[in-house]
Nanobody, 121 residues
């Protein structure tokens, strides 16, 4: 499966962005999906994940209550709604597909190219 992330940009602290990740192929619904991010000089970290049917979502403590992940299997797309953004949310955000909704990036087999999110103070 090929993944294409979009929706990043520059936003002021307290603002919102919605990231999208469009997948090619007919097997999108067979994959759990995850969002990860990597800030300059830091390791890639887990942000959120969602099960195949969208019934369950998981979040890093740092984004819980501010970010919402969802998916539309009919559109082969997963979303990350980001509200109350903080400067520390600045990073390149990556979507990924795998067999499990893991917090570990090595559990994911396919990765999008990343989209830059910059939050100014």
């Amino acid at each position: 499966v090929q993944l294409q992330a979009s929706g990043g940009g520059l936003v002021q602290a307290g603002g919102s962005l919605r990231l999208s990740c469009a997948a090619s192929g007919r097997t999108f619904s067979s994959y759990a999906m995850g969002w990860f991010r990597q800030a300059p000089g830091k390791e890639r970290e887990f942000v959120s994940s969602i099960t195949r049917n969208g019934g369950n979502t998981y979040y890093a403590d740092s984004v819980k209550g501010r970010f919402t992940m969802s998916r539309d299997n009919a559109k082969n797309t997963v979303y990350l709604q980001m509200n109350s953004l903080k400067p520390e949310d600045t990073a390149v955000y990556y979507c990924a597909a795998g067999q499990t909704y893991s917090k570990s990036d090595y559990e994911y087999n396919y990765w999008g190219q990343g989209t830059q999110v910059t939050v100014s103070s």
